[in-house]
């Protein structure tokens, strides 16, 4: 297996370009003093892209944004384009988080030309998929997954699944301090790597897939541990550098 992947989304924190900056750093400092083996990402929101870029520069930590516009440049008021993105640095985007699909009415024909963009532009991909609470409790979860991936991931060939992350993030644990259980997600990430494997064949067998979700320095070992479960992507507990360094070692 690939080394763990941990990945922070900032969402819409912190408030200054400084205290951005400032996190990054500190972030830095943790992981290379850690010297462990676990790549790390940075998403930070899009007007703080160059300055978390300036703290990271030279560092082993990839930069991303959290949503990436479908072409090069025009007339796409609010976006940010793959162009603009690797100037800044960046190397990965998240795409399709339940919070764009949710607020913003993102749906799979979007994400998924904001995915082939990305990909073929040498931008790696974390697509983010996963159930709400309702429809876990009516037992569609894998059905939505499914859907999910097919809608996501229509068009693409073999070879542009290279860049290709997936986020295993049930909406039902965003947020809310309530994390899968590691059978839970590990049953989960089985069945994105099957579909995966049926849609794609051996070319998919190196993505990697995390799981987000309340990830915390208390429950991530035991996630961790579990075989199916290749990093993760954590949004309130990245916010703190000592939080984060600590997810970081964990993955290690
Ligand atoms: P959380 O967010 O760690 O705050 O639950 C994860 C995410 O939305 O990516």
């Known amino acids: 297996m690939a080394s763990r992947w941990v990945v922070a989304n900032w969402k819409m924190n912190p408030r200054t370009r400084a205290e951005a900056a400032a996190l990054a750093r500190e972030v830095r400092q943790g992981v290379e003093e850690l010297a462990g083996g676990a790549q790390v990402g940075l998403a930070p929101p899009a007007c703080f892209l160059y300055d978390v870029g300036e ?11 959290q949503n990436l516009g479908w072409e090069e440049s025009g007339a796409f008021t609010g976006e940010v384009s793959s162009a603009m ?10 795409l399709g988080h339940s919070e764009r699909r949710a607020h913003f ?3 799979s024909e979007i994400i998924n030309r904001r995915l082939k963009h990305a990909l073929r532009s040498g931008v790696q991909v974390i697509l983010c998929v996963g159930e709400t609470l309702r429809q876990r409790e009516a037992g569609l979860a894998f059905t939505i997954l499914d859907e999910q991936l097919r809608g996501a991931l229509l068009d693409l060939s073999p070879g542009d699944v290279k860049g290709l992350t997936i986020a295993y993030e049930p909406v039902w644990a965003i947020g809310t301090g309530h994390n899968a259980t590691p059978e839970q997600a590990g049953e989960a990430h089985a069945r994105i790597r099957a579909y995966l494997k049926n849609g794609f064949g051996e070319a998919a067998a190196p993505v990697r897939i995390l799981y987000g979700g309340s990830v915390n320095p208390e429950n991530a070992a035991s996630l961790f541990a579990h075989l199916e479960i290749d990093g993760a992507l954590v949004g309130g507990a990245s916010l703190n550098a000592r939080s984060f360094t600590t997810l970081v070692r964990l993955a290690s």
Do not use: K, P
């Open 55 to 65: 703290a990271l520069r030279g560092s082993s930590i990839l930069l991303g944004s």
């Open 85 to 94: 993105l690797r100037d800044a640095g960046g190397a990965f985007t998240i």
């Open 105 to 107: 009415a993102e749906n």
